[in-house]
């Protein structure tokens, strides 16, 4: 079955940098779309950034010029590269995926939006301290 392993989060400093990596096993369609959401304590699930498997991404506007989805299709792994960490980054983070064999962006954007994802991962804890 489809797993999504986040790794790689952790406490810093504002100003201070981290990666976050999610790995997925146990797919076979060539097309995916895959995304990072956040969620911090008392507040809704807010979408970070979406790619697909052409490479296509997008960035929420509050992480735009400091965050980078990335992905390394050989290694099935997603990334998060997070720069220029604010308290307010403070969240659970997590990977979602989900499979097709027709690659579309548009329909990657349409799932991403209703956050209609069908695998999520276990999420990992992101801390920035003032």
């Known amino acids: 079955q489809v797993q999504l392993v986040e790794s790689g989060g952790g406490s810093v400093q504002a100003g201070g940098s981290l990666r976050l990596s999610c790995a997925a096993s146990?797919?076979?369609?060539?097309?995916?779309?895959m995304a990072w959401f956040r969620q911090a304590p008392g507040k809704e699930r807010e979408a970070v950034g979406l790619?697909?498997?052409?490479?296509?991404?997008k960035h929420a506007d509050s992480v735009k010029g400091r965050f980078t989805i990335s992905q390394d299709n050989a290694k099935n792994t997603l990334y998060l590269q997070m720069n220029s960490l604010k308290p307010e980054d403070t969240a659970m983070y997590y990977c979602?995926?989900?499979?097709?064999?027709?690659?579309?962006?548009?329909?990657?954007?349409?799932?991403?939006?209703?956050?209609?994802?069908?695998?999520w991962g276990q999420g990992i804890q992101v801390t920035v301290s003032s």
């Open positions: 790619i697909d498997s052409d490479g296509a991404v």
């Open positions: 979602a995926a989900e499979f097709r064999v027709v690659r579309d962006f548009p329909y990657c954007l349409s799932v991403y939006i209703r956050q209609a994802f069908g695998y």
């Open positions: 146990g797919y076979t369609d060539s097309g995916y779309c």
